[in-house]
Nanobody, 123 residues
Framework: QVQLQESGPGLVEPSQTLSLTCTVSGGSITTNGIYWTWIRQPPGKGLEWIGNIGPSGSTDYSPSLKSRTSISRDTSIKQFSLQLRSLSPEDTAWYYC???????????????WGQGTQVTVSS
């Protein structure tokens, strides 16, 4: 059973960079066909797919966030990370790491989820 756990700051100032980490247990982040993903949900809105990192380390990002987003990984400690730059209050959301046994940009298709971390962008 795959388990995911997010960690990172709950409050970030505008224009700063958000850094979140997801620690994976019960699975390998290099397994073929498995994509490790970041998803967010702003207050009162639906889920938004941010991007993923694949088994080879390749990344894919939402076009609307691509210019501000980086996803990386450390396979030795089974973690993958999100950096979101140039934050604004519109980036306030619950942020989740998630995975499912296929590539998909559909945020509602994911099966395994972390508990989420609430991020507020405010001065």
């Amino acid at each position: 059973q795959v388990q995911l756990q997010e960690s990172g700051p709950g409050l970030v100032e505008p224009s700063q960079t958000l850094s979140l980490t997801c620690t994976v247990s019960g699975g390998s982040i290099t397994t073929n066909g498995i994509y490790w993903t970041w998803i967010r949900q702003p207050p009162g809105k639906g889920l938004e797919w941010i991007g993923n990192i694949g088994p080879s380390g390749s990344t894919d990002y939402s076009p609307s966030l691509k210019s501000r987003t980086s996803i990386s990984r450390d396979t030795s400690i089974k973690q993958f990370s999100l950096q979101l730059r140039s934050l604004s209050p519109e980036d306030t959301a619950w942020y989740y790491c998630a995975t499912v046994g296929k590539y998909t940009r559909g945020p509602y298709e994911y099966v395994y989820w972390g508990q989420g971390t609430q991020v507020t962008v405010s001065s």
